[in-house]
């Protein structure tokens, strides 16, 4: 008996002390304290939905699920509350994320794209390919119109480096979709 509640008691420790670490993990996530590579990875193995890859800029970044607590512009590259996922027909991906300085500016070199550029969303097993066919800006209000296409599309959405008043809008026309193999 005495053998049967040392185990359970230790059981619940370990229980406890897993779950502490966890909400530290996520806790130093969402500040901004982790550094650590490896601690990262963790976090996007367990709760990422995909990924965008632009190579020219050389991003590689997870994306979250909406109601994530790691879909936030000041933690990661942001799907929007609008946004569709890439398997839908007329899909609307918007994405957003930092263009400054910091290290979670993750869309600080998009201006680097020109028109016909390749940006990819991978999402369930299938890597989604997406051309950029327009770029503009738009006034920054936190409200913003974008109308729907006769394409599915992926929008990316960045603060302008120069004009704090502004914002700059990628939008990208899928033209490709391939099973992904890993």
Do not use: W
């Not at 990924?51 to 020219?56: Q, S």
């Not at 920054?140 to 729907?148: A, L, R």
């Amino acid at each position: 008996m005495i053998k049967s509640i040392k185990i359970f008691i230790v059981i619940i420790i370990g229980i406890c002390f897993i779950h502490q670490e966890d909400f530290f993990l996520r806790l130093h996530a969402r500040s901004g304290i982790i550094n650590n590579l490896e601690q990262t990875k963790v976090i996007e193995q367990d709760t990422s939905i995909g990924k965008i890859v632009i190579k020219k800029i050389h991003l590689e970044q997870p994306l979250f699920k909406i109601n994530s607590e790691f879909n936030h512009v000041d933690l990661n590259v942001m799907v929007l509350n609008s946004s569709d996922y890439p398997d839908k027909l007329l899909h609307q991906v918007f994405l957003a994320a930092h263009s400054g300085t910091s290290d979670i500016a993750y869309f600080k070199h998009l201006d680097q794209l020109k028109f016909n550029d390749i940006v990819e969303i991978y999402y369930q097993g299938t890597k989604y390919q997406y051309q950029i066919k327009d770029i503009y800006s738009i006034d920054k209000t936190g409200m913003m119109y974008i109308d729907k296409r006769e394409y599915a599309e992926l929008i990316l959405i960045t603060c302008d480096k120069i004009n704090d008043n502004l914002q700059i809008v990628y939008r990208a026309k899928l033209f490709e979709k391939i099973a992904d193999k890993g």
